[in-house]
């Protein structure tokens, strides 16, 4: 914006005081608006500083207050030690029910792609219809929960030999979500919750997902921050089945020698025999007892490098022979047993 003087003077001309007066007056009436002007400037700066900042706290103490990270449940009911997730209710084995709303907290969570969505309440579903077996539970945007008898991977590179439902967790950024169709990966939206083991259209054994898994370790598994308190590292099999005079592989990237890790071996029975519950969890010791017939190695070893364990059985297609004390001895049958292999390395 151009300004005019309102009266020019020529050298060698006398100037009347009232023209000069005039320039002074029209000058300092241009300089009064300019200030208005810079200071009209100054306040929108100010406002639009100021609502962008409160905006910035806001999506601050949001992420602060709900823990966003991704392809997790970032906050829900919790029980009573205020630390471990309480989402599966197992009130009527029948029925897969929700903690969520009315006496208990709201659930919000966020899928892989970062979209968060607050859940008041979660419809239950009837468990008649589903074959036996172990099922991952998945929570959609939309509500809706989904069971697939799959796995879930995590991982940079595509899964190899994937199975119809499988899900897959794609750790690169920008992370995204995926499940197998058959055919190929499509996206997913799905936020899983844990898993419910069926038999015969009852849930005997529910397990909850951990929450705000917002670290990954070199191999890729969710750690939580409580986790990361005590283990650095943890590398954990899916249940897997394994029959006799052969073996199960776990790789893991630990990269150190095998007495700095500590390993467990896990047994889940399927079907109730002798004094063993369909649902028990045994604590596997390691051993690889000869008998004085071919087929009487009952126990089973393990193989331990820096980045795998490799866990193998004997001749026998028993597991063990053992009663807790009772009379007699009850047979365990490898084929009535799913394994698991834990690896953790301490801290220390």
Known sequence: MSFNIPNTFVAGTKAKADEVNENFTSLQNELNKNAQTVAEIKTDIDYIKNDFMDDIAAEIEMLSQSQKSKFSINSANLAEDG??????????????????????????????????????????????????????????????????????????????????????????????????????????????????????????????????????????????????????????????????????????????????????????????????NAGDILNLGYCNFMGNVANSELGCILRCTNTSVTVGTGNSDYACYNDFGGTGYYGLRRDNLQYKLIVTQDVN
């Open 83 to 276: 630390k471990t997730p309480d989402i599966l209710d197992d009130t009527d084995s029948s029925t897969l029910a929700f903690k969520v709303g009315g006496e208990y907290p709201v659930l919000i969570a966020t899928n892989a792609a970062g979209e968060s969505e607050t859940f008041e309440s979660i419809a239950s579903i009837s468990l008649s219809g589903y074959a036996s077996g172990l099922y991952n539970i998945f929570l959609t945007l939309e509500g809706n929960v989904e069971l697939f008898q799959a796995s879930v991977y995590r991982s940079a590179k595509v899964p190899d030999e994937p199975v119809i439902n499988d899900v897959w967790l794609m750790t690169l950024e920008p992370w995204a979500s995926y499940k197998y169709n058959g055919v190929s990966w499509v996206e997913y939206d799905g936020i899983p919750l844990g898993s419910v083991d069926i038999v015969s259209g009852k849930a005997y054994e529910l397990v909850n997902a951990e929450f705000n898994t917002q670290y990954l370790d070199s191999d890729c598994n969710f750690l939580t921050s409580r986790g990361r308190e005590n283990i650095s590292r943890r590398f954990e099999s899916n249940w897997f089945t394994i029959g006799s005079k052969s073996a199960f592989t776990l790789n893991h990237n630990l990269n150190i020698k095998p007495e700095r890790y500590s390993i467990k071996l896990l047994a889940r029975v399927k079907s109730t025999v002798g004094n063993f």
